[in-house]
């Protein structure tokens, strides 16, 4: 009965170790408003302020919409070069840029009147996301264009 | 902190370490110099050299794939008998090292972006012709726009080794890898072609355009991975699809610039008195503007061939969604209000497709399954010369762990030529699909409807014609 338990236990403990960082891992999840004029924007893009990522790294964010239960929608994508495989410290980039114009007005056909939508950023390098990049962005807002 | 590649196997480790020390030893030993400091740089002279198309590498005949390789081969082994050569492959690679990593002006994540990779690409190109003695040599273009040459051309991977002067080992992307999808698709490459100005397109004095970030940097992530040459400021050049990547990034600006009459460079004289010095293939030091850039045709004497994309593209402004309600166990007479608006498209040769999500074919085994709009049709399986075959639906077992069953696939099948009779038909759509049989094989006939999450129909909207 004991042995059961520690086996069992250490199968949670097991699952946990290799799950829970791909969950929580490298991705970042953010709240966006979508301001007025959206709809009818000639251009729409995603800024993510004040990035901080290893001078080291080189990473695509991929920006996808976070639906529970839903097909992922992928929104856009930047790759950040590294400085140096041998750099140290952090980079901070005040801004990255990234259009969605199109994605973003296929997605409004399926969510007409929302007003806010949950996204999600996933770093990946190669094929394969970065399941333990220490990374942060400030914020995550929508521009219109003209 | 130093996060792990998911890529730093022990077979990486030895490619970086010992193929990168055979092939280009004083590269792999490089830091990041000054490209020189010769004293004061000669004013680059105009270039009467005849007008020659850069094109794209998957085009290239034998002859000139061959040709390309010599002048890589020339440059690295100039690299190695004369290491204080500023025109070996090394001192090559360096420029971009030194200007994207250390020098005190630099050249990404800003307007200098187009303009200093136009020159350097320029410079090495013309360097890479004295090399072969062939002024009209240039440079091609990995063109990773069209969906079909998302793989690295052939050219670089093949051979796979070091015998392969175009070849790099720490490339993350093997040779049948393409690159993503989402990194360099329509929704992408739009927005960067109908940019609204220089500023949204190539940035301004602090900050970038769009297209650096995606696809550009994409691209080179993408190629390099975490931890490979192509993936960092630094070590970018050394690999030589860098340039090829360059050269398509390029032909950005340039199709930019065509697109529409709006479409200008800075006229900004802090844009047009940009300076930087290369040198050239005579190791002159030579000092060239941003204003000699601007026109490559005529300044810099290469132009590019017609893009296949960029025909299609610039008319196409959005997908319009058709989506009738699709139901699986009868036949569908597509509705008279869907059924008009995708005819109207087809008459008017718009792009027709054909959306298939979580399609449930059998996913234990890899195949190819053909699509039909009838079952009868799936039945006889005549292939591409059935008027009711609509396309394809590959499944490929992960080559690694074939016990683990892909995801249900996700298809887009063109079916602008093929469905419009269908859509008339009183019997209705119902669709079917049968696995290809193999190559000589007979044709099996166990065709089965086809189920999936949702169906529906999108169409190219050209407004802008």
């Known amino acids: 009965m004991v042995k059961r338990f520690a086996n069992k236990a250490w199968c949670l403990v097991l699952v946990a170790t290799l799950v829970l960082p791909a969950m929580a891992g490298s991705s970042k999840e953010f709240v966006l408003d979508l301001p007025q004029g959206i709809d009818t924007a000639s251009s729409v893009v995603l800024v993510l302020s004040e990035v901080r990522l290893p001078r080291n790294a080189a990473v695509v964010l991929r920006v996808r919409v976070a639906e529970s ?22 980079a901070v980039h005040a801004a990255l840029r990234i259009d969605v114009t199109k994605t973003l007005k296929r997605w409004r056909k399926d969510h007409p009147g929302v007003n806010a939508m949950r996204i999600r950023v996933v770093p990946y390098a190669g094929k394969e996301p970065l399941a333990s990049l220490e990374w942060s962005a400030a914020s995550a807002d929508l521009k219109p264009g003209a | 902190m130093s996060p792990k590649s998911p890529f730093e196997n022990s077979r990486r480790i030895f490619l970086r370490s010992v193929g990168g020390a055979l092939l280009i030893p004083s590269v792999a030993q490089a830091i990041c110099e000054p490209p020189g400091a010769p004293g004061s740089a000669r004013p680059w002279r105009a270039d009467c050299r005849p007008i020659r198309a850069r094109r794209p590498a998957s085009t290239l005949a034998a002859a000139e794939i061959q040709k390309l390789k010599d002048a890589y081969k020339a440059m690295r082994d100039l690299a190695v008998s004369d290491p204080s050569d500023p025109r070996g492959f090394t001192h090559q690679a360096n420029i971009h090292c030194w200007f994207c990593s250390v020098s005190p002006q630099p050249v990404h994540g800003n307007w200098q972006f187009f303009a200093w990779h136009r020159a350097y690409l320029y410079f090495h190109e013309r360097i890479l012709g004295k090399l072969i ?121 340039s199709d930019w610039n065509k697109g529409a009459s709006s479409h200008e460079n800075p006229s900004d004289p802090a844009f047009l008195n940009l300076s930087w010095s290369f040198y050239d293939e005579n190791r002159i030091w030579r000092s060239i503007k941003a204003s000699q850039l601007l026109n490559h045709e005529t300044q810099l004497r290469y132009n590019y061939g017609l893009s296949r994309f960029r025909e299609i593209l610039p008319c196409i402004l959005d997908w319009i969604i058709v989506r009738p309600p699709w139901k699986f166990d009868r036949p569908v007479i597509v509705e008279p209000r869907y059924r008009d608006q995708i005819v109207k498209a087809l008459d008017n040769r718009r792009p027709v497709r054909l959306h298939i999500n979580n399609v449930q074919v059998p996913l234990d085994k890899s195949a190819v399954y053909r699509v039909y709009a009838d079952p009868k049709s799936a039945e006889a399986d005549e292939g591409p010369k059935s008027p009711a075959f609509l396309g394809v639906i590959p499944v ?46 007979k044709a099996t006939g166990k065709a089965q409807l086809l189920t999936a999450r949702e169906v529906y129909f999108s169409y190219g909207e050209t407004i802008r014609e």
């Open chain 2, 133 to 253: 003695n062939d002024s009209e040599f240039r440079l091609p273009y990995w063109d990773w726009e069209i969906s079909t040459h998302r793989q690295m051309p052939g050219a670089y991977t093949t051979p796979n080794n070091n015998t392969n002067s175009l070849w790099n080992g720490t490339r993350a992307m093997s040779p049948t890898d393409e690159l993503p999808d989402e990194d360099v698709n329509e929704d992408v490459m739009e927005p960067v072609y109908s940019a609204a100005n220089f500023g949204e397109f190539g940035g301004g004095a602090g900050y970038s355009g769009i297209p650096e970030g995606s696809p550009h940097g994409s691209v080179h992530v993408d190629v390099g991975g975490f931890s490979g040459d192509m993936g960092a400021f630094d070590t970018a050049g050394r690999d030589p699809i860098f340039y090829a990547h360059h050269a398509n990034v390029d032909k950005l600006w």
């Open chain 2, 396 to 441: 490929v077992l992960n080559n690694r762990e074939k016990h683990h069953p892909p995801k249900p696939p996700q298809v887009v099948l063109n079916v602008s030529r093929r469905i419009s009779a269908l859509l008339h038909s009183p019997d209705g759509i119902q669709l079917a699909f049968v696995e290809r049989p193999a190559k000589k094989a």
């Open chain 1, 69 to 90: 239960g839903a097909a992922e929608v992928a929104l856009g994508s930047i790759g950040v070069l590294a400085e140096s495989k041998d750099a140290e410290g952090t």
